[in-house]
């Protein structure tokens, strides 16, 4: 009988000792919000719930915005197992947008199944993931976070539809929220977006907040939290500056004051014909000396550079950048761009960026930035805001004090304060560009309102109807009227009065424009390249019904045609690109000018070199390769002034005095460098 208590009691314990404590997702019922920010202005609410049943976790999200007007919802739902092992994903987008991010993942007995729109479906093998896209609602990227402490803080995670994150701990913060202090852990997170994204989680692992850029800065807070918005996009920029910081210390390396580069052919951005057989002497970031090899002289402590049958030019110029993350500065120098206009930005990225670069020697390219304005409602762009001529005033001295050279007036700023602005602006010696205000409504009367220069051909072409309004004049007006050249002449004899400078991204219509189904290396044929996680919104994309896309092409085929007469009779045209395709979008947008608009390869080069320089002012610095100027140059393996495409050869960059090879800098962006097919 003994024997038999012992037994059973050994018994009963060995099983106790061997069963798991209860998981906390049993029986869960739980339901949360997170606000969604674009450039810290509220646009949208994310609703959660997570359940549980005896075998699985069921996390249901639901996402709304009205981000400028544009009214879209987001529904997803996610399965994992108790162990969070996910076995079933789908993201719906509630309405058809031009980006697309709808996908589904579902795991089956022995492979998984993977649904991409716009995407053929494919079947893997059966592994461990997680499923993951670039706009991943905060619920499930929170069970992301779960999911990788569970398993143990892997060093990777794998996931569909591709690519694999990591997730490093940076510090603990703490936060006063309704005046108790909470703390926080703060960690970098890289392979959801482009670069880095700043998140926080709670002492239970629970996301609170996270800031995110993939082209474009959004913040999503948990409810609750919101007072913290400053320090989240603080601590974001904390981040964004030391990852910009490991860039420079692992590209830059010892940079000699004085470089020779010996044997190449200059393309100066002058004259049509290409300079051979060339030495070009660089001292202290400015060119001193331009010869043939033969006549130039090397100083004795000089740094050779061979660049025998390559091709030297201006650096490139984006004059429609929107750079809101640093991974910016290693792409665009690998394309050969060294100077951009950064067109759209919150405050405290844009001023660190900038700084980081001009004053701390960080990599980069050269940034002028346009300071966003735009007026009330829920259109509005941003969370800088004028509605009267005071704030118009504020807003312009807050600009002026960090150091900003424009002010960006967009599409719902009012006439008197579109009027205020530019007034402000001109005043401290900036200037306006920008969107034709919707309360405006034709480019001739922005531009008698004060504004120095216009973004985008549909709104700078309004110029041809005087009498007109944009929004009667419907979306595909050039197409749909007959232009005569007297409407052209007159446009040019306005403009020219006006020394208006035109900034189309045409770009922008080339590659939004294609028929569905079509992929973007029809237009774009890099556009491959790119770092995948920005597939989504800039390689896969919805495309328009083939009859619409026929219109649409012609529509712009049309208007680059009445651009390309600006600029013959002295318009100035700057390329921008809107990050359409990031940097690679600036290449077509140059092409496109040629191809379309008529414009010689030098001109069509002009519009990215010079011609930038003098709208801002720094014709005298930079943008040609002349004697006493700024070292910008572009090293291409192909004479541009032969075949325009030839500008994406670009092989090694020489800006601020420091020169880079291409082939390292795309990689550190996580481009698939030129020489990988």
Request: charged fraction near 25%.
């Amino acid at each position: 009988m003994k024997v038999n208590y012992f037994l059973k009691l050994f018994l009963l314990l060995l099983i106790t000792g061997c069963s798991s404590a209860p998981s906390k997702w049993e029986n869960i019922n739980e339901e949360g919000a997170f606000l969604v920010y674009r450039r810290q202005s509220l646009i949208g609410e994310e609703s959660y719930s997570i359940t549980s049943n005896e075998d699985s976790i069921i996390v249901k999200s639901l996402q709304g915005e009205n981000e400028r007007g544009r009214i879209t919802g987001v529904q997803a739902e996610l399965h994992l197992k108790m162990d969070l092992t996910p076995t079933y994903y789908q993201n719906r987008r509630l309405t058809d947008k031009d980006t697309i991010i709808n996908l589904k993942v579902e795991t089956k007995v022995d492979s998984i199944f993977v649904w991409e729109a716009n995407q053929k479906p494919s079947i893997i093998k059966n592994t461990d993931y997680f499923p993951i896209h670039s706009d991943i609602p905060a619920a499930m990227e929170m069970m992301l976070y779960h999911y990788y402490f569970e398993k143990g803080n892997m060093k990777n995670i794998p996931t569909l539809p591709r690519g694999e994150i990591s997730i490093n701990f940076i510090q603990n913060d703490t936060l006063e929220i309704k005046g108790k202090k909470v703390p926080l852990e703060r960690y970098v997170v890289e392979g959801i977006n482009w670069g880095g994204r700043t998140i926080w989680l709670d002492e239970s692992k629970n996301l609170v907040a996270l800031v995110k850029a993939n082209t474009q800065i959004r913040e999503l807070i948990k409810k609750g939290y919101e007072e913290a918005k400053p320090f989240f996009v603080q601590g974001n920029v904390e981040e964004q500056m030391a990852a910009l910081s490991k860039y420079t210390k692992d590209l830059k390396g010892e940079q000699a004051k004085i470089k020779a580069l010996v044997g190449g052919d200059i393309v100066d951005g002058l004259s049509d014909i290409a300079q051979k057989d060339m030495t070009l002497i660089i001292e202290n970031g400015r060119i001193t000396k331009i010869g043939k090899r033969a006549e130039v002289e090397i100083p004795v402590n000089a740094k050779v550079i061979d660049v025998s049958g390559k091709t030297l030019m201006p650096g490139l110029w984006d004059m429609h950048a929107h750079s809101n993350q640093v991974q910016w500065a290693p792409a665009y120098l690998a394309g050969g761009i060294t100077t951009i206009r950064d067109n759209g930005n919150e405050v405290e990225f844009a001023t660190a960026f900038r700084d980081a670069i001009a004053k701390n020697g960080a990599l980069g390219p050269d940034i002028l930035l346009a300071g966003m304005t735009d007026g009330e409602g829920i259109q509005g762009n941003g969370v800088v805001r004028a509605t009267n001529a005071q704030e118009a005033s504020e807003v312009v001295q807050m600009y002026f004090e960090n150091g900003y050279e424009q002010i960006k007036i967009y599409s719902s700023v009012a006439t008197d304060v579109t009027e205020a602005l530019s007034k402000e602006a001109h005043k401290r010696g900036m200037t306006t560009t920008g969107h034709v205000p919707k309360s405006i409504g034709n480019a001739r009367l922005a531009i008698e309102a004060g504004m120095d220069q216009l973004s985008h051909r549909s709104l700078i072409l309004t110029v041809l109807f005087p009498d007109k309004n944009q929004s009667n004049l419907g979306r595909y007006y050039i197409e749909e009227n007959e232009i005569t050249q007297a409407q052209i002449d007159n446009a040019i004899d306005f403009l020219l009065k006006h020394k208006t400078v035109l900034d189309p991204t045409i770009a922008l219509d080339v590659v939004r424009t294609l028929p569905r189904g079509s992929i973007t290396e029809n237009v774009e044929p890099e556009a491959f390249r790119i770092a995948y996680e920005l597939f989504e919104g800039k390689r896969f994309r919805s495309g328009l019904p083939p009859q619409i896309s026929k219109k649409a092409k012609a529509d712009y085929t049309k208007a680059m045609g009445i651009l390309g007469q600006f600029y013959k009779a002295g318009v100035p045209i700057i390329a921008g690109t809107d990050n359409i395709v990031p940097v690679y979008g600036l290449y077509l947008e140059i092409e496109t000018y040629q191809k379309l608009g008529g414009l010689t390869p030098l001109e069509a080069i002009k519009t990215a070199t010079i011609i930038p320089a003098k709208a801002m002012g720094l014709d005298a610095e930079t943008g040609t390769l002349e004697i006493g100027k700024e070292a910008d140059i572009a090293i291409l393996e192909k004479n541009p002034l032969v075949d325009i495409t030839n500008l994406r050869t670009v092989s090694a960059v020489i800006t601020n005095g420091n020169y880079y090879k291409s082939s390292s800098l795309w990689s550190a962006a996580d481009f698939i460098p030129r020489e990988d097919k």
